[in-house]
């Protein structure tokens, strides 16, 4: 017996069937292909909008809601699965603000923590990054997380309360009768539950285009490619933001150097263009790592939406239908809470936020 399926999953999946499951639903997750491999594998895993004060207000709440829940989160997937996510307060040390009087009143009127170091204080915060800032604005209280290791966490601990992961299985038909759906289909296996919920990333605009006329749900594939660098831990202390690009030191030493933007469709290859355009960014900001190997290249296929504000409610039509997708670049950051209103308002709970700018039908 399933009380809900959930189609995709990848961190908005995983999470939202960790939501749902703490009601006591019996959940089953179908998965294209392994677990958590798509664009939640790929990411960067900051736990922040890259530039706050730049970001719609809708997002702003959803990340604020699991910034606040993320420490805790952690702290319990690792008590229950044994598995480290490496939530890391590593703090942003954004380079280029430009509008420092716009961030100090984001921060203050947000409640975020925030300095505006000047150069010899961004040389101590940072001694072995070498190029200078414009204008620096230091947030301390922002985190990462280590997206394999939160997904490999989640995973463990749904399937340790009984929820059912089917890998290898791409829904391919999704049968209704009236308003409702009826079963969905992967090949010869049909499936049927109470409910439904979409969480599939960059392809939900193209299963819900497919399947369901109206509304149309505007997400399309945005790659990003990042390298990872080989590095000795210490060498860069924060996050390091400028121009939209970006460091991030894991625990283990390591430095990611992402990331690109590109509207490829479903195109998932990497390039030495963007390979060299990030390795160069990366030598600008930190030349020591003209001495570490580039250990790994990749790309992910990011869920974009036109705003970035993702879609999470109810079908206006089909009932039983949900979805929680378009997250674009901020799905770690936005996840807890997202799964969080996706859930309150599939069990008609009280939702967490104000749902109506992250409905279906609202203008995205
Ligand atoms: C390079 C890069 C850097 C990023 N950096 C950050 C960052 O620092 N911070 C941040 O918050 N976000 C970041 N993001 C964005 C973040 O990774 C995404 O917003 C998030 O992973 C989206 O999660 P998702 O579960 O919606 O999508 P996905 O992880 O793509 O999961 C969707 C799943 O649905 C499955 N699926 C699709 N169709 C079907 C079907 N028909 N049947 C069954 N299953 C199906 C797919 O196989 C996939 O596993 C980054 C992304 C990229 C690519």
Same mark, same amino acid.
């Given at each position: 017996?399933?009380?809900?399926?959930?189609?995709?999953?990848?961190?908005?999946?995983?999470?939202?069937?960790?939501?749902?499951?703490?009601?006591?639903?019996?959940?089953?997750?179908?998965?294209? $292909? +392994?677990? #958590?491999?798509?664009?939640?594998?790929? #990411?960067?895993?900051?736990?922040?909008?890259?530039?706050?004060?730049?970001?719609?207000?809708?997002?702003?709440?959803?990340?604020?809601?699991?910034? +606040?829940?993320?420490?805790?989160?952690?702290?319990?997937?690792?008590?229950?699965?044994?598995?480290?996510?490496?939530?890391?307060?590593?703090?942003?040390?954004?380079? !280029?603000?430009?509008?420092?009087?716009?961030?100090?009143?984001?921060?203050?009127?947000?409640?975020?923590?925030?300095?505006?170091?000047?150069?010899?204080?961004?040389?101590?915060? =940072?001694?072995?990054?070498?190029?200078?800032?414009?204008?620096? %604005?230091?947030?301390?209280?922002?985190?990462?997380?280590?997206?394999?290791?939160?997904?490999?966490?989640?995973?463990?601990?749904? *399937? +340790? !309360?009984?929820?059912?992961?089917?890998?290898? $299985?791409?829904?391919?038909?999704?049968?209704?009768?009236?308003?409702?759906?009826?079963?969905?289909?992967?090949?010869? &296996?049909?499936?049927?539950?109470?409910?439904?919920?979409?969480?599939?990333?960059?392809?939900?605009?193209?299963?819900?285009?497919?399947?369901?006329?109206?509304?149309?749900?505007?997400? =399309?594939?945005?790659?990003?490619?990042?390298?990872?660098?080989?590095?000795?831990?210490?060498?860069?202390?924060?996050?390091?933001?400028? $121009?939209?690009?970006?460091?991030?030191?894991? &625990?283990?030493?390591?430095? *990611?150097?992402?990331?690109?933007?590109?509207?490829?469709?479903?195109?998932?290859?990497?390039?030495?263009?963007?390979?060299?355009?990030?390795?160069?960014?990366?030598?600008?900001?930190?030349?020591?790592?003209?001495?570490?190997?580039?250990? &790994?290249?990749?790309?992910?296929?990011?869920?974009?939406?036109?705003?970035?504000?993702?879609?999470?409610?109810?079908?206006?039509?089909?009932?039983?239908?949900?979805?929680?997708?378009?997250?674009?670049?901020?799905?770690?950051?936005?996840?807890?809470?997202? +799964?969080?209103?996706?859930?309150?308002?599939?069990?008609?709970?009280?939702? %967490?936020?104000?749902?109506?700018?992250?409905?279906?039908?609202?203008?995205?």
């Amino acid at each position: 017996m399933t009380d809900i399926i959930i189609i995709g999953g990848g961190v908005i999946g995983l999470m939202t069937a960790r939501e749902l499951m703490q009601s006591g639903a019996r959940v089953l997750i179908l998965e294209r $292909q +392994a677990i #958590g491999r798509e664009s939640s594998w790929a #990411g960067g895993g900051i736990l922040s909008p890259l530039y706050p004060w730049r970001t719609v207000e809708p997002i702003i709440q959803l990340w604020l809601r699991s910034h +606040a829940e993320y420490p805790k989160l952690a702290e319990i997937l690792q008590y229950r699965t044994g598995i480290d996510p490496e939530w890391l307060k590593s703090g942003l040390l954004i380079a !280029d603000c430009e509008n420092e009087h716009l961030a100090e009143t984001w921060c203050e009127s947000h409640g975020m923590a925030y300095d505006r170091p000047d150069l010899a204080h961004f040389r101590a915060l =940072e001694p072995a990054v070498r190029f200078t800032p414009s204008s620096p %604005v230091f947030l301390p209280e922002i985190a990462q997380i280590r997206n394999p290791r939160l997904l490999r966490a989640l995973c463990s601990e749904v *399937l +340790a !309360d009984g929820a059912r992961i089917s890998e290898h $299985q791409t829904v391919t038909e999704v049968a209704t009768s009236g308003t409702s759906i009826t079963h969905v289909s992967t090949g010869d &296996k049909t499936y049927s539950a109470d409910h439904y919920v979409i969480t599939a990333g960059a392809w939900s605009g193209m299963i819900s285009d497919r399947f369901f006329a109206s509304p149309r749900l505007k997400v =399309e594939p945005v790659k990003g490619q990042m390298i990872v660098f080989s590095a000795e831990p210490g060498l860069l202390r924060h996050i390091i933001l400028n $121009q939209g690009r970006y460091l991030i030191p894991r &625990k283990d030493g390591r430095i *990611l150097a992402g990331s690109t933007l590109e509207y490829a469709n479903f195109d998932k290859s990497t390039t030495e263009s963007a390979r060299s355009e990030l390795a160069e960014f990366a030598y600008t900001v930190l030349p020591a790592l003209r001495s570490c190997a580039i250990e &790994k290249h990749w790309a992910g296929l990011r869920p974009g939406s036109p705003t970035g504000i993702p879609y999470i409610g109810q079908h206006p039509e089909i009932q039983n239908l949900y979805f929680n997708c378009g997250h674009f670049r901020n799905g770690f950051a936005m996840a807890p809470a997202s +799964a969080r209103l996706l859930a309150d308002l599939l069990l008609a709970r009280s939702p %967490v936020v104000p749902p109506a700018p992250y409905s279906l039908v609202a203008e995205h």
